[in-house]
């Protein structure tokens, strides 16, 4: 998916470099969608280079007279762009939360580890939705316009927020068994 990401970054902000795309993905909590690293990110966008899906413009700044390589999409690069948001906009994925998985031998593990594990999820969800506060809070959707980033942000607290829910309530049940 990360290149989906640059070529999409790359149509937004046409002559931008490798280092600002970064830090727009960091900036708007990409990773919240999907994993990556700076050396993920720059060997995807190597890639897309190698490809001809964007090229670079070589630029002299006028101040300090340094070379820059912002990049630019290509015709390829747009057709790339389209092939890849048909892929992943028509993907559906069950939920396949690893955690269930455990769950389903939770009569066989120890009971004070298992609340460890709840607890676990609890912190994690409670950790991705404190990401997710952050990024709503620092945006507002414009009148007018759909911002389907936030809406999808905005979605995702409400589902992270039905699983903390289900996990303290869980949690508490077995610690009332167990006394």
């Known amino acids: 998916m990360i290149p989906l990401l640059i070529l999409g970054l790359l149509i937004q902000n046409p002559g931008a470099h490798g280092y600002e795309l970064l830090s727009l993905m960091e900036k708007q909590q990409y990773r919240y969608i999907v994993n990556f690293t700076k050396g993920s990110f720059y060997y995807n966008l190597q890639q897309l280079e190698e490809k001809g899906l964007i090229e670079q413009i070589h630029q ?37 939360l690893q955690f269930y998985g455990a769950l389903l031998f939770a009569d066989e593990f120890d009971t004070n580890k298992l609340l460890e594990l709840i607890q676990s999820q ?9 990401l997710l506060d952050e990024y709503l809070a620092n945006t507002k959707e414009l009148p007018g316009k759909i911002d389907y980033f936030r809406r999808m942000n905005e979605n995702s607290r409400f589902h992270h927020l039905v699983n903390l829910k289900w996990f303290k309530e869980l949690k508490s049940e077995i610690e009332d068994t167990t006394v």
């Open 60 to 96: 002299i700044r006028p101040k300090n007279g340094r070379e820059i390589h912002p990049f630019k999409i290509t015709s390829l690069g747009i057709e790339e762009f389209e092939k890849l948001m048909t892929k992943y906009g028509t993907k559906a994925e069950y939920v396949n």
């Open 122 to 130: 609890i912190d994690q969800t409670e950790a991705r939705m404190a």
